[in-house]
């Protein structure tokens, strides 16, 4: 039917990334466009959703359904030549990117949202004007309106995955998505957008774990398979579990006795990002607090990086009582040939221990609205002089708990915690 | 009595039209599930590289529009 021309077919991905739907439709060869809304402005709030639409661009069936394929989709509305409409009804504004990239002159407070949104699906996390676009979604965001909340992380975290990034983008863009969820928790597209990142404990499924194959795949067929730009984290890949992290063999601290000089982050920027299990969005969450994912990224500051003769750096977390982690230390990955500068991210999940469920005590006093995680991490760093030393820098992560005891998602950017103020551009 | 009228008209053109606190209106499910109705005026870019696409300017031909992600 596309062949004979009688059919056209257009996809509109959801995702954060675009490249990673760009390696799908290598790897499947779908040879129909795909669009990119990264923002949400279809407004669509669940996928997959497929809309039959006439030669005169009027919507005929919503959702053709395959038991009634023959009927409905090729009798019904393939075969059929219909009617050009009539003078209908003005709808919604319409979104165009390239006319609202160019927008200019005095912008209302969404004007200039609509721009930024435009602006940043046309170049991505390359983005120029990124600061300002960022800064535009989140004075939308002063709204309060779930949509803008959502929008808002989602130029922040194209921004964590540029030239720009902040220490504070990782975990303020996961902050804006679940202000976004706690004011439409039915939204399912939002709540994937963190459980994307989230703990496997909370996934309905693996989002990327695909991705090894496809590139395998794509291989084999003598092309080169997509090179994805943001990496894969370890969250992104994780299987959908039911099983709480149990604790395996006795692990040895890497510094147990702390006598390695320490780095107050001027060798070395750490980012921390806390993703909780998307069931904290709720009305009234008490104990147990369920899963969370903490993500861990180390940037080399401007003059330094990394070995690439020494062993990679090792994260050692300490989270206290409650907490079920597999292990406490976790090996990043080696920086490999040419990835002296590069960012080193890793994940790995925690969760508090399962208690019995039963009626809850109304005398029980509410759980703490936040908890903090404590841990360090040692790694071998070059100074621009070439010497390369051993540091460790000490990591503290604060998890925030939304919901009536934690009221608001904390505030995104507070310094000494999590990251810095400091723009990533001061920083090079 | 039509002085009084032609002076609240005049009044009524001068004075700023208010403004919708919701800003320009969003599109929802119903914006694309809703038959009868025409499909938004949306361009978007390509996940490819390759240019933008515009609904509004498929016509004439029919379109099977897909909303999914990779996951």
Redesign the interface.
Known sequence: MVAA???????????QH????????QWKGLEF?????PFG????????????????????????SPKVFQEQFVEG??SRSFEA?GE?AP?????????LARLGGEL????RA?RAMARL??AGPEARTIDGEVGALLAAASSG?P?DHFRAGVALRMRFDGPQVRGTDLQASIDAWFAALMGSPNQY?WR?RIQ?WGPALDKP????D?VADARAQVQERGDRPVTLRAPLSRAERALRSRSVPVPGREVVAPDPEGRVTRDPGKLVRMEVGVALNTAAAGPRIRIPRGALRLHVVLRPRPGASWPTDAAPPVLWLDPGEGWLLSSPRVGFESPGEGGERRALMVDLELSTPLIALGPPDPNAPPPPSTQTLRGYVVYSVCLPDGTCVFRRQELTAVVRYPGPAGGEPGEPGEPGEQGEESPGGDDR | MFLRVACLLILGLLLPTPSTAEGPQELTPASWNTVGERVPAVELPRIDGRGTVDLGTLRGRKLLLIHFASW
């Open positions: 021309g009688e059919l056209q077919v257009v996809g509109i991905v959801q995702e675009p490249d990673r739907a760009l390696l799908f439709q466009p795909i669009l990119w809304d402005v279809c407004g669509v709030e669940a996928v997959p959703d497929l809309t039959a639409v006439d030669e005169h661009g009027v919507v005929r069936i919503d959702r053709p509305f393939l409409p209908m709808g919604p504004a319409p979104f165009r990117v390239n006319e209302s407070v969404e004007q609509r699906m046309l309106r949509r597209i994937r994307q499924y693996a989002f990327y695909w």
